[in-house]
């Protein structure tokens, strides 16, 4: 006899919904319906959507022909190109040639990209600590404001972000493993996340080699380093492959390198691109046009210039956008680094500090010290937020009974609340005491619930006021410039 290996209809119909062996059985439901409601919020109303109209118009010239495709041409003619690497913009290309110039098929990329993003981070997360860090870290990083907005437009960043959190789980696998091809993995996403975002990508490589180089799990140094070593040779190599091929096109068979002085796309990349946008100067970009009934500049009236550095990140326009849990995110930072000095060097969660903990840090800094940053560039800060919150959580559920370890959570609750709170400051009166009351009641509840059910009622807490934020961007038809 033969042992009967056939699925049965009724089993094969659910097992999409199951989780794999080894998880919890609500993990998988639970991470289908959080990439089920971004894809909502992402895509609710995008055919309505005014894209940017500057990268719009380069992909469909960018779509008239391969020629063009490749180059990265902004006009039919292709005599000047765009003013950024191709990357992200082949990827709506393709979209344009294949369904057509819709508005939607301009941003179906980077719904597709974001929900994608979604489904990586889970995977990231869990492996270096578990599936409830990660469910807690999606569904934090599905509804911050910065993100919503930004899968709704036409820009780059979110092939960025998506390349990245990629990387990163490559690296996760490294730090758990130890395995060097993984770290060639890492290396390739990086390397088409310049292709996508250029300078920015490379934000994030000191982090990896130092989270890699303290906590994979080889037995000499030496190991480490020649893991390390691969990842920046191949992330290089990727990252200059276009540019160099390009470069040794003689100038009369393709485009003007728009953004530099002598048709460079080296100069494009790390002057006009790079150099250019960290000191003070207020006027570079291509974006840099009159707008609405005053005529006033775009970077006037949307991008956060250099004379309030907190306003980049925690006040204003760039508050609204990512600071309502950055707050939160540097105190579980904190208490887990505090943790992971009481584990060995090679443990699992040791790495994910390094690892997320170093990918927020890095951000801050260096969104604090740039003169000027597009609100939507605040979105890549994202990941290592939701991360670092799913973790802390954790982190807190398993030490709730430890006398004044509830109040200390339901304090950094309570001040993320009133955080948010003054963040709502532009929306209604209305609308704001609502969210206040509904998150603080959250928080007295939390004080008399039992253990188990601390952990859903301080997140409903924390996570009311950016949700508002996030469902007005798609009841308002928000995108990344808005």
């Known amino acids: 006899m033969t042992a009967d290996t056939s699925v049965r209809p009724a089993e094969s119909r659910w097992r999409f919904w199951r989780s794999p062996q080894g998880q919890p059985a609500w993990a998988r439901p639970a991470l289908l319906v959080v990439a089920a409601v971004t894809t909502v919020l992402y895509g609710w109303g995008i055919g309505s959507e005014a894209p940017h109209l500057y990268y719009a118009a380069a992909v469909r010239s960018m779509s008239m022909s391969w020629h063009n495709f ?74 911050v404001p910065a993100t919503v907005a930004l899968n709704r437009g036409n820009v780059a960043d979110t092939l960025l972000v998506l390349l990245l959190v990629l990387a990163a789980d490559q690296v996760a696998v490294a730090i758990e493993s130890g395995r060097t091809r993984n770290m060639v993995y890492a290396g390739v996403f990086v390397g088409l996340a310049f292709q996508a975002k250029m300078v920015q990508a490379w934000i994030v490589v ?53 953004g530099s002085q002598d048709n460079s796309l080296f100069e494009q990349v790390f ?16 974006a840099n046009f009159s707008t609405g009934k005053s005529q006033a500049g775009y970077r006037a009236e949307l ?8 306003d980049h990140v925690f006040g204003g326009g760039g508050g609204r956008e990512i600071g309502w849990l ?20 090679v443990d699992p969660g040791t790495g994910a500090v ?7 840090v890095i951000h801050l800094a260096a969104f604090l010290i740039a003169g000027t940053v597009n609100p939507y560039y605040l979105a890549v800060l994202t990941p290592a937020i939701a991360a670092l919150i799913g973790m802390g959580v954790v982190a807190f559920v398993r030490s709730v009974h430890v006398p004044g370890v509830r109040v200390v959570g339901i304090g950094a609750a309570v001040a993320t609340v009133a955080y948010g709170g003054w963040l709502l400051g532009a929306a209604s009166s209305e609308l704001r005491w ?25 997140l409903v807490a924390v996570l009311a006021a950016p949700a508002v934020a996030s469902a007005s961007v798609v009841a308002d038809d928000y995108g990344p410039l808005d």
């Open 271 to 286: 002057v006009y691109n790079a150099a250019s946008r960290a000191n003070d100067s207020f006027t570079v970009g291509a």
């Open 326 to 345: 950055v707050p939160l995110a540097l105190l579980g930072l904190l208490v887990l680094a505090v943790l992971a000095l009481r584990r060995p060097r």
């Open 303 to 310: 991008v956060l210039g250099p004379e309030n550095r907190f």
């Open 70 to 143: 490749f180059f990265a041409a902004f006009d039919p003619d292709a005599t000047i190109g765009i003013d950024k690497l191709p990357g992200a913009f082949w990827v709506q290309t393709l979209s344009v040639r294949i369904f057509g110039p819709h508005l939607w098929a301009y941003l179906l990329p980077q719904v597709i990209e974001g929900v994608l993003t979604i489904l990586v981070l889970y995977r990231a997360v869990r492996r270096l600590s578990s599936p409830v860090a990660a469910i807690v870290a999606v569904v934090v990083a599905a509804l």
């Open 354 to 360: 390094f690892l997320w903990g170093g990918w927020l």
């Open 206 to 258: 000191p982090v990896i080699a130092i989270a890699v180089l303290v906590c994979a799990p080889r037995a000499q140094l030496r190991q480490r380093i020649t893991a390390t070593v691969l990842f920046g040779v191949v992330a290089l190599t990727i990252s200059l492959a276009w540019m160099s091929v390009v470069s040794l096109v003689p100038d009369r068979d393709r485009p003007y390198a728009d």
């Open 434 to 458: 609502v969210t206040v009351g509904v998150a603080l009641t959250c928080c007295v509840a939390a004080v008399f619930v039992r253990r188990a059910r601390v952990l859903p009622v301080l």
